[in-house]
């Protein structure tokens, strides 16, 4: 039984494009559908959620969905939204990524069940490795004119742009070998459906052309927007880059902490887009939301949900309460709870400074900790005012001129945090 896979991506604002009669297609009965995945790195990143959540979609609306990893395509670079070609990866490098790849798909999708629309990885490479040059180009490239491949908008911006040194015959090829890997899965796994950004519309429609013209097929063609913020800055990116799926890449905090930093007008769009809440449960919240708007009730949401489905439940928790310690009320132990790699984060850009373990092994004096052997604070006049003050922290609790910093301060065996005020931190590096 399907449910109507297009009208859950208009509500949430998911669909730019799709070929006149998809819609009705669909919901004929079960059909398999599939997205490309780039490998050339061993992590997908937020900028592919989108695709991601459409073959999640795809899959609870009763259909068969298929993750091509571009093992071939990976090899030469898509051209499409690029204005320089890419590094080429050996077969070993593309192999490690295509598993590291699956087992985040498996976060969304259902690869294990025996359900007919079970999930099902694929790799281009496998069919694209014994294909010779001659083959192709007698069996594909004679199908498909010049002509039409340079009315694609993806070849048009590359050559027309002033600040691109052209294309090499390599990338102008790209959308013949998407193309063909449309016709493959269309002849072996009866795959009609193509989906991918608006950007890839060209590369998609090309596929089509070559179901119809060498099989006698028909295939289909459907795209989703490409995700903007709406400051203009580019969605999926922090000051360090990427916001990578894997931990070891964006730990879980700053994954969490990118989402709960999403403005108001985009965390109503995005919370339709990258969770699987319904329509109902979204209404709700944005009005909750639009009723005390500091509560950032949505961005929260966002946040937790988009969290757990990409690390884990405990993950969340650990973000949460990391969070906490820099903008609510916590104490030294929720510090004390913390992993190093949390603890660095959440204290990322904060100054630091090194003394050695020794300094400690009998107690070091306030004065010294917050001046002399730091430099936190600029003189020891300045210490002692501060301390009168009430306004110095130790692993937040308040201290005093008669408090000396010992081993039963260290978090993780090797941090101290000095606090002045509400927000300026200072760590100590015990060495």
């Known amino acids: 039984m399907t449910t109507n896979f297009i009208e859950e991506l208009r509500w949430r604002g998911m669909l730019h494009d799709a070929m006149p009669g998809t819609e009705e297609y669909l919901m004929e009965q079960m059909r398999s559908a599939y997205v490309g995945f780039d490998p050339t790195a ?4 937020i900028g592919n959620l989108v695709p991601i959540m459409l073959l999640a979609h795809y899959q609870r609306a009763g259909h068969k969905p298929f993750a091509l990893v571009g093992g071939a395509t990976g090899m030469i670079g898509d051209p499409s939204g690029k204005s320089a070609e890419r590094n080429l990866l050996d077969e ?26 079970a999930a099902v990885l694929v790799n281009n490479y496998d069919w694209m490795k014994e294909f010779s040059f001659l083959e192709f180009i007698r069996d594909v490239g004679k199908h498909i004119t010049v002509n039409y491949m340079m009315a694609k908008d993806s070849v048009k911006n590359r050559i027309s742009s002033e600040s691109s040194e052209g294309m090499s015959f390599t990338e102008f ?41 060498i099989a006698g097929g028909k295939g289909y063609a459907l795209t989703c927007p490409l995700i903007t ?47 699987f809440l319904t329509e109902e449960e979204i209404k709700n919240l944005v009005t909750a939301h639009k009723e005390a708007p500091h509560q950032r009730i949505l961005q929260k949401k966002l946040a937790d949900e988009v969290t757990v489905i990409v690390h884990s439940q405990e993950d969340l928790d650990n973000a949460i309460k990391a969070s906490a310690i820099l903008f609510g009320k916590s104490t030294s132990e929720d510090l004390k709870d913390l992993d190093e790699a949390t603890f660095l984060d959440v204290f ?6 090194e003394i050695a373990k020794d300094m400690i092994a009998n107690g ?4 010294g900790a917050l001046a002399e052997h730091t430099g936190f604070l600029k003189s020891n006049g300045e210490a002692r005012r501060a301390l009168k003050e009430n306004s110095i922290s130790v692993n937040k609790e308040k201290v005093n001129d008669s408090y000396s910093i010992s081993n039963n301060d260290l978090i993780n065996d090797q941090f101290v945090l000095l606090q002045r005020g509400k927000k300026n931190y200072f760590v100590i590096r015990v060495v």
């Open 92 to 117: 070993k490098t593309l192999r490690h990524n295509q598993e590291a790849i699956k087992s985040q798909l498996s976060r969304f999708l259902d690869f294990e069940s025996n359900a007919p629309n």
């Open 348 to 353: 990322d850009g904060v100054p630091q400074a």
């Open 229 to 275: 913020k709406s400051d203009g800055s580019k969605f999926g990116k922090s000051e360090g880059g990427n916001v990578w799926l894997d931990a070891k890449r964006t730990s879980p905090y700053k994954f969490y902490q990118y989402w709960l930093n999403t403005s108001d007008e985009d965390a109503e769009k995005y919370i339709k887009i990258f969770t």
């Open 173 to 213: 090829t790209y959308q013949l070998v998407q193309g063909y890997d449309f016709l493959h899965l269309y002849r072996a796994h009866t795959c009609t459906l193509q989906m991918g950004g608006s950007d890839q519309w060209g590369n998609i429609t090309t596929g089509t052309e070559l179901i119809r013209r």
């Open 42 to 45: 061993d992590s997908l990143h």
């Open 364 to 367: 070091m004096d306030m004065i």
